[in-house]
C-alpha cells in the first residue's frame, strides 16, 4: 500500500506531465501550422491580394501570425488549468468517497454512524459546490474540444495534404483536443460513479443497525433524497458513455460534412 505521501507526489507527478503535454501538444500544433501547406496557401492569398497596399499586406500577415501564437497561448494555458483543476477536484472525490466506503464496511458501534452521515454530507455539498461552479465549464470545453477534434479530424483525412508536416500538425491538435475531453470526461464519470457507490453503502446502515432504523432512514429522507452528480450544465450527466456518443456524432458529421462537399463537387462539374 501506498502511504499518503506516496499517492501526493505520484499525483502532482502526472498532473506536471499531462500539464506539459497538453502545453506541447498546443505549441507544436501552432508551429507546424506555419509550415504547412494550409498556411503557405493563405500566405500567397494575402500576398496576391489586390485590395490593399503592398505594405498593409506584409503588417496583416506579421498581425494574422502574432494573433495565432497568442490565442493558442492563451487557449492552452486555460483549457490546460480548467482541466487540471477539475480532474483533480474529482480525483479527490473518488478517494473521499472510497474512504468512506472502507469506513461503512468496518463500522461496528452504531454511535460511528453519525459521523459516517456527517462525512457522506460533506461530501455531497462539495460536489454541489463543484457542479454550481463548473458546469457550465466543463459545457464548454467539451464542445470547444469536440469542435476542435472534428475540424483536425476532418483536414487529417479529407483535406489535400503535401507532406509530413501536414500530417503532424493536424495529429497534434487531434491529441491535444482528446487529452482535454479525456480528462474532463473520464474523472467526472470516476466522481459520480464514486458517489453513487458511496450513496448506496451510506443507505445499507439502517439494515446494519436496525436499532436506529427509523431514526437512520428519516436523516436519508431529510438530507440524502436528491440525488448529486457532475453535469454538463445542467443538461447532461457525466459518464464514460459520453465519450462513444462525442465520437458517434464525430463520425457522423464527419460523413455529411464529406457527403455535402461531394455532391457540391459533382454539381459544379455539370
Same mark, same amino acid.
Given at each position: 500500500m501506498l502511504s499518503f505521501v506516496d499517492k501526493r507526489r505520484n499525483c502532482l507527478v502526472s498532473v506536471f506531465a499531462y500539464s506539459i503535454l497538453i502545453?506541447?501538444?498546443? /505549441?507544436?500544433?501552432?508551429?507546424?501550422?506555419?509550415?504547412?501547406?494550409?498556411?503557405?496557401?493563405?500566405?500567397?492569398?494575402?500576398i496576391e491580394s489586390e485590395l490593399v497596399s503592398k505594405k498593409l499586406k506584409w503588417f496583416l500577415i506579421v498581425i494574422s501570425d502574432i494573433n495565432i501564437i497568442v490565442i493558442t497561448a492563451i487557449s492552452s494555458l486555460v483549457f490546460t488549468s480548467i482541466s487540471v483543476y477539475y480532474g483533480l477536484v474529482c480525483i479527490y472525490f473518488d478517494t473521499l468517497c472510497c474512504r468512506l466506503k472502507v469506513q461503512i464496511r468496518n463500522?461496528?458501534?452504531?454511535?460511528?454512524?453519525?459521523? #459516517?452521515?456527517?462525512?457522506?454530507?460533506?461530501?455531497?455539498? #462539495?460536489?454541489?459546490?463543484?457542479?454550481?461552479?463548473?458546469?457550465?465549464?466543463?459545457?464548454?470545453?467539451?464542445?470547444?474540444?469536440?469542435?476542435?477534434?472534428?475540424? /483536425?479530424?476532418?483536414?487529417?483525412?479529407?483535406?489535400?495534404?503535401?507532406?509530413? #508536416?501536414?500530417y503532424m500538425c493536424y495529429l497534434c491538435g487531434g491529441m491535444y483536443h482528446c487529452s482535454?475531453?479525456?480528462?474532463?470526461?473520464?474523472?467526472?464519470?470516476?466522481?459520480?460513479?464514486?458517489?453513487?457507490?458511496?450513496?448506496?453503502?451510506? /443507505?445499507?446502515?439502517?439494515?446494519?443497525?436496525?436499532?436506529?432504523y427509523k431514526e437512520l432512514k428519516a436523516i436519508f429522507r431529510k438530507d440524502c433524497k436528491q440525488e448529486v452528480c457532475l453535469t454538463l450544465w445542467k443538461i447532461y450527466k457525466i459518464d464514460r458513455s459520453l465519450i462513444i456518443t462525442a465520437m458517434g456524432a464525430l463520425v457522423n458529421y464527419g460523413i455529411l460534412v464529406a457527403t455535402l462537399g461531394t455532391v457540391s463537387r459533382s454539381k459544379d462539374k455539370i
Amino acid at each position: 500500500m501506498l502511504s499518503f505521501v506516496d499517492k501526493r507526489r505520484n499525483c502532482l507527478v502526472s498532473v506536471f506531465a499531462y500539464s506539459i503535454l497538453i502545453i506541447t501538444l498546443d /505549441m507544436s500544433y501552432a508551429i507546424l501550422f506555419f509550415y504547412s501547406s494550409k498556411y503557405e496557401v493563405l500566405r500567397k492569398v494575402r500576398i496576391e491580394s489586390e485590395l490593399v497596399s503592398k505594405k498593409l499586406k506584409w503588417f496583416l500577415i506579421v498581425i494574422s501570425d502574432i494573433n495565432i501564437i497568442v490565442i493558442t497561448a492563451i487557449s492552452s494555458l486555460v483549457f490546460t488549468s480548467i482541466s487540471v483543476y477539475y480532474g483533480l477536484v474529482c480525483i479527490y472525490f473518488d478517494t473521499l468517497c472510497c474512504r468512506l466506503k472502507v469506513q461503512i464496511r468496518n463500522v461496528k458501534d452504531s454511535w460511528d454512524c453519525g459521523r #459516517i452521515i456527517y462525512g457522506y454530507l460533506k461530501i455531497r455539498k #462539495i460536489m454541489e459546490s463543484l457542479e454550481y461552479f463548473m458546469c457550465s465549464s466543463a459545457f464548454i470545453m467539451v464542445v470547444s474540444t469536440m469542435t476542435g477534434l472534428f475540424y /483536425m479530424s476532418y483536414n487529417l483525412i479529407f483535406t489535400p495534404k503535401y507532406g509530413y #508536416i501536414d500530417y503532424m500538425c493536424y495529429l497534434c491538435g487531434g491529441m491535444y483536443h482528446c487529452s482535454i475531453i479525456g480528462i474532463v470526461i473520464l474523472s467526472a464519470s470516476a466522481a459520480n460513479r464514486a458517489t453513487e457507490v458511496a450513496k448506496e453503502a451510506v /443507505m445499507s446502515l439502517p439494515g446494519m443497525f436496525p436499532k436506529c432504523y427509523k431514526e437512520l432512514k428519516a436523516i436519508f429522507r431529510k438530507d440524502c433524497k436528491q440525488e448529486v452528480c457532475l453535469t454538463l450544465w445542467k443538461i447532461y450527466k457525466i459518464d464514460r458513455s459520453l465519450i462513444i456518443t462525442a465520437m458517434g456524432a464525430l463520425v457522423n458529421y464527419g460523413i455529411l460534412v464529406a457527403t455535402l462537399g461531394t455532391v457540391s463537387r459533382s454539381k459544379d462539374k455539370i
